[in-house]
């Protein structure tokens, strides 16, 4: 068996993470044009001249560590403030999947990067934190009330199907 | 329990739920939930809460990645031969890892040459086998390829069928080989798509099909500096899945199939004809 810095190709790689590269830039940004566009600068980069990733670890990490250290400098490090209070997360969209996917991304921002890379993609508060650039009690914090919003969609849903 | 709602203990549920809490934690956690419905209650609030997130986050990857996205990366990684390139450690630090690995494989084969035998060996039915491990070809990968991909039912293919002429100009461009994607309609297989893999370090064409059951034959080609006209063909098998390859001048070739295929040779006459 060759070694793992051998055998991965990344322009390959890339394309089989976009799916999730993509997933992560949503919840970066929190628009399909501008994650979109976030991913593309993200393989410029990654496939540039000074490498991303040096083979140890995971290639989606040094990417989303990318992405997030992009967006920062697209924002000039000011924090995007929350576009929803407590009690409006729920917008007049039928329960659709695309709804749902509307309300997730919608939340105040780091809640649904937080909650993805722990809950969904199961990485460590460290590892999450690292890629975010917040501390693991920050992590913490944003886990918990991620969690507790996305039981009130839960709720607010369930409730008008009924 | 005081203030369950506060969010300090919505923080240490939460934790508890990811696994982020050290054992004494745990056990206190454990406790209060024993004795407070209220806990319970709200620790299955925060369980509903991320049920909901993972099936919507789940639902993201569903999403079809915007074409126009997915081609403005295949173009700038394509185009650009050093996009290609394999990013690797730095060259001092590999050194360290190949003498290492080296070392490992002579106190293997010291320890028990038997046993590094067995480990070392490959499965080909034209190849005896040897004890020393041996250099990986391009059917090597593209085997590896085909088992990966074909259990990607979802995403079998980078560009799908229907944008054949696209397969063509891209295939052909990036392979430098010139093809015709083959009606295998006779053979009752139908074309599924493409996608650019990497075989010994080359760029190298991988055009899917699927027949009625759902199984999945790949044709793969590359540049060669081969000469070869002779069109013979070599049969081999991996596992499961059967390999019959073959040289035209300026390429070679491979069909991969199920093993258990009937008249598979006459499938790979038939493509070669067409190539």
Not at chain 2, 97 to 116: D, E, F, K, N
Not at chain 2, 182 to 204: E, H, M
């Amino acid at each position: 068996m060759r070694p793992a810095q051998e055998t991965i190709d990344i322009s390959r790689d890339l394309v089989s993470l976009l799916p999730r590269l993509r997933r992560f830039a949503l919840t970066l940004t929190r628009d399909g044009l501008q994650a979109d566009d976030l991913v593309e600068t993200v393989c410029e980069r990654a496939t540039g001249r000074q490498p991303v990733w040096n083979g140890h670890g995971r290639l989606e990490d040094a990417l989303y560590t990318l992405a997030r250290t992009l967006r920062d400098e697209t924002t000039g490090r000011k924090r995007i403030p929350a576009n929803l209070q407590d009690g409006q997360s729920s917008s007049e969209n039928t329960a659709t999947a695309g709804a749902v996917q509307q309300m997730i991304i919608s939340m105040p921002e780091g809640l649904a990067s937080a909650f993805l890379l722990v809950a969904v993609e199961h990485r460590t508060y460290r590892d999450a934190g690292r890629i975010l650039d917040l501390a693991p009690d920050v992590i913490a914090t944003k886990l918990a009330t991620a969690r507790a919003r996305l039981a009130s969609m839960a709720s607010d849903m369930t409730q008008r199907r009924a | 329990m005081q203030n369950t709602k506060s969010p300090s203990i919505e923080a240490r549920l939460s934790a508890y739920l990811d696994g982020e809490v050290d054992e004494n934690e745990r056990r206190e956690i454990d406790q209060l939930l024993a004795r407070d419905a209220e806990a319970r209650r709200l620790l299955e609030h925060l369980k509903q809460g991320s049920a909901f997130g993972a099936s919507g986050f789940e639902a993201f990857l569903h999403d079809p990645v915007p074409l126009s996205l997915a081609r403005r990366i295949r173009q700038g990684t394509d185009i650009n031969p050093k996009h290609e390139r394999v990013v690797g450690a730095p060259r001092k630090q590999r050194r360290k890892l190949w003498r290492g690995a080296l070392a490992a494989s002579c106190g293997m084969l010291l320890i028990g040459g038997s046993t590094g035998y067995l480990i070392g060996r490959t499965i080909d039915d034209n190849t005896p086998p040897t004890p020393v491990v041996k250099a990986r070809t391009w059917l090597d990968d593209v085997t590896d390829a085909h088992r990966v991909y074909s259990r990607q039912p979802r995403h079998l293919v980078e560009v799908t069928a229907e944008n054949d002429e696209e397969i063509r100009n891209w295939l052909t461009a990036s392979t430098g080989v010139s093809f015709a994607i083959p009606d295998l309609s006779a053979n009752k297989l139908t074309f599924q798509g493409a996608r650019l893999l990497v075989a010994a370090g080359k760029p190298t064409a991988q055009l899917l099909f699927k027949d009625e059951d759902g199984e999945v034959y790949a044709i793969c080609f590359q540049r060669s500096p081969t000469t070869d006209d002779s069109g013979r063909m070599i049969e081999s098998m991996r596992d499961d899945l059967a390999l019959i390859s073959w040289n035209e001048p300026g390429a070679t070739y491979v069909v991969v199939g199920p093993s258990a295929t009937a008249n598979f040779k006459d499938l790979a006459d038939a493509i070669a004809d067409v190539m």
